[in-house]
């Protein structure tokens, strides 16, 4: 009878004390290419902020991540294509210059802070910002993944390939640069007068050097 | 060789026909105790410590499979004692043996009574009798009781032999079991189908013309109203509401283009304190009780959701998947309660109206509920298939730069100290939201607000949502206990993200009390007749 009883009620006991011990642990993070770093060029975990940049692993190239702040990175901020010989200055909108903006303002802010330890911010080249195309995208959301570069727009973003014959309406500016719109990621080329958005890219950081490792 | 039980078992055996009712009647008990108590690990932290034993995923459909059948079992059973009691008289009830197990048998079935009948009335989902979930809930733990005192004590006694007689059939099954079996299980899926397929309120949608105007401000002062016939349902298992419950009361009208509701429910605070954040000594904190988790069931607005389908399955069409891990790939929920998405490609409309983030634009969030989302891995939550129609532009944002449990650092600050003063207390009916550029960007020198500070945490960065998300209007004014919610959709918005509305939609409602997820639900789906 003893035996028995213990048959009988040990093995459910201890499976009840087993489940009540046995406490799930809370979710963690999966390994991704993205990672993120904050402004000084430290790694930070997947769920954690905030952070002004984002390495990807596949390609080692280190992302400028857009803002709401109202400051330099801020996400509103649109920007001419200008280079030091040729493109159009000044005719995007953004609050930090005393005139208007063009995209070698905000390389040159973004070098003198050096934004997430590193001073070799550029333009990217197209294949360069065609890597972040995301198709996963949220219905509605820019063709990017907003977890890791919040604050994008659906709209067009320039890259550093320039000297481009432009086509259509824009025929008699003759040249333009090309851009990338984050709406159905495609490839356009418009005019350097254009007001674009900008995301800027370095390589050779060492704070992506580090996360890769 | 011929043991003793043997020889005993051929004097004191089972039918084949007691050994079919018994086994399915012990299946569907097991099937309902281990379903019902996932369905209780919701709302019970006691019962979440088991969690891990219980079966997860679409177990309301399973609760009330089990229930079909362990009903028809005990209609059989009572049948066929009223039949032996007329045909033997009272002496067929055999009080000379009326031992240990006679009692914990009939006890068992008082039990089994309660659970059934408050089952049935749960189902109904009737307000005017008041909640029967608590008495459902002890019968339950009844059950569980009775599986030990019952099956517990005869293998006590007997050990495996106990399982022998109820299992072993002694004779060849013939014909006439194995058609009584195929008529039980007929009858208790033709029941279930039947309950699946009717078990719906109804909701009159009124047809008013056209011209007839309907303004959206949540003071019902239509006459229209007054003639449309009212539905009123108990909805239950949402945090704060007392015991859980509000009964909820809608009404509908259309004019073959837009659809109108007005809905109504007992809540007796009006809580628009959205996560606000506090000044402590170490730096501004979210006021919260559950959040992390993305289980807030205090600093929170109040909310109200409608999900509208083509299918009337139960559990929020086949939505509501319990569990910390309902599917296996995809990643678990920090709560442990489940999540909503849909089996299949088939899209569930959802409008979700918050008293703080939405109610100002006069709009409800126009989400959907459809397929599991894929796991991104930027995101410490996973919402299955519970997901945002398209936006185009900005509408609220936290005023934190990151979340932390700990402290954050605020987005924006506001211009002038005094913009804060009507926030002295958590509570109160100060809108609990600041427009973006009454507040300027932060920065650490500015934040000089003393200890104790009280801040708004929701920042309008536009007034309106565009697009898909803007598709239903929605306003609700709070008075004297209850929230009364107007809502205005066209019937057909033309999106794939989107349910159009007709005769035969199927439609649900939840309210939540200062609660992030923790609504409250009814079983029975509102099926829509348009006039
Ligand atoms: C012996 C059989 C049964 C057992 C052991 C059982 C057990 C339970 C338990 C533990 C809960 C959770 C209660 C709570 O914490 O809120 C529950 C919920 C429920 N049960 Fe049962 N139940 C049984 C039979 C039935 C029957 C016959 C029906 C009738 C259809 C039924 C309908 C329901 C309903 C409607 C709910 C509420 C679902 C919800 O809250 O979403 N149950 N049951
Ligand atoms: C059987 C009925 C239901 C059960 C058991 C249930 C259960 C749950 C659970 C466990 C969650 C948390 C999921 C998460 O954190 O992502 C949730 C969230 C939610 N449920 Fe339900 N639900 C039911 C019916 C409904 C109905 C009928 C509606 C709409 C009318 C609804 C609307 C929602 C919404 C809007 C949320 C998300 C809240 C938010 O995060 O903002 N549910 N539900």
Known sequence: ?213 | MVTFWDSAVTKYSKSNLWILFHTAAVLALLVNLSSGLRIATLRRPAIAQIAELLPDGRVHQLHFLGACALTAIACAYLLFRLYTLIRGGFRSLDWKNFDYHRCVIWGGCAVLAVSLASGWLLLSDTAALGSPRELHFAAALGMLLYLFFHGGSYLLQYGRRALLLILRPTRQPGGRLLASAAVATGVVLGGWHFIAGSAQHSLPVLRVSVSTPIHIDGAADETEWTSAQPLTLSTEGGANFANGNTPVTLRALHNTREIYFLISWRDPTESLTHLPLRKTENGWQVQQDGFHRFDETRYYEDKFAVLLSDACDFGAAGTAHLGRKPLDNKPANWHGHGYHYSDSDRIHDLWHWKAVRTNDMYLADDNFIGPPDIRRPGRRRYTAGYRKDGKESGSYVMNWQWYRPDTVIPKRLPRLAEQLARYESAGGDSDWVIPWFDFAPYAAENDDFPEGTLMPSVIYSSNRFEGDRADVRARARWRDGRWTLELARPLDTGSAKDVAIHTGTCLWVSAFDRAQVAHTRHNRPIRLELE
């Open chain 1, 1 to 213: 009878m003893w035996r028995r009883a213990l048959l009988l009620f040990a093995p459910p006991a201890c499976v009840l004390l087993v489940a009540i011990l046995h406490q799930q642990p809370p979710p963690t993070p999966v390994e991704y290419h993205l990672g993120k770093i904050d402004r000084n060029g430290e790694a930070m975990g997947a769920w954690s902020g905030p952070w002004a940049c984002v390495c990807d692993a596949r390609t080692g190239l280190l992302w400028e991540v857009k803002t709401d702040d109202e400051g330099i990175h801020h996400g509103d901020w649109s920007y001419s294509w200008y280079r030091e010989d040729f493109g159009v200055p000044n005719n995007g909108d953004c609050y930090f210059e005393e005139e208007r903006c063009d995209t070698r303002d905000l390389i040159r802010r973004s070098n003198r802070e050096r934004l997430c330890g590193t001073d070799n911010w550029r333009l990217p080249a197209s294949a360069e910002l065609q890597t972040l195309l995301y198709p996963q995208a949220k219905e509605g959301a820019p063709l990017i993944d907003t977890d890791y570069f919040p604050k994008t727009r659906r709209g067009d973003y320039w890259t550093r390939d320039g000297e481009k014959p432009l086509q259509g309406v824009y025929r008699h500016l003759k040249h333009g640069a090309v851009a990338i719109d984050f709406i159905a990621g495609e490839q356009v080329t418009i005019p350097y007068r254009n007001a674009a958005f900008v995301r800027l890219v370095a390589d050779a950081s060492k704070a992506c050097h580090q996360l890769r490792k």
